[in-house]
């Protein structure tokens, strides 16, 4: 499994962003699809996950703010980013679980200045 992360880039504090996470080489609709973010000096923490079920899984830091999809016919999830904090700045990494393996797309920077 391959997961392509699109999206994220510069924006201010109040502003829009989108993220979206393609998993390709998957028999079926990957079991977890989602993003998790690793600010500098600290560890990485989910974000929001959805599953091909549509059990959906928002971190408290972000939820009311961030909006979760997930097209299972696409395997995709796009993450809606909305009144975005400095706090959110971070690399965001598109993450998948197919029950058996952890995958992990590559990074992309978000940054929210103030």
């Known amino acids: 499994v391959q997961l392509q992360a699109s999206g994220g880039g510069l924006v201010q504090a109040g502003g829009s962003l989108r993220l979206s996470c393609l998993a390709s080489?998957?028999?079926?609709?990957?079991?977890?699809i989602g993003w998790y973010r690793q600010a500098p000096g600290k560890t990485r923490e989910m974000v929001a996950t959805?599953?091909?079920?549509?059990?959906?899984n928002v971190a408290e830091a972000v939820e009311g703010r961030f909006t979760a999809s997930r097209d299972n016919a696409r395997n995709t999830m796009t993450l809606q980013m909305n009144s975005l904090k400095p706090e959110d700045t971070a690399l965001y990494y598109c993450?998948?679980?197919?029950?058996?393996?952890?995958?992990w797309g590559q990074g992309t920077q978000v940054t929210v200045s103030s």
């Open positions: 993450y998948g679980f197919d029950r058996c393996q952890k995958y």
């Open positions: 080489g998957s028999p079926s609709p990957i079991y977890k």
């Open positions: 959805v599953t091909s079920g549509g059990t959906t």
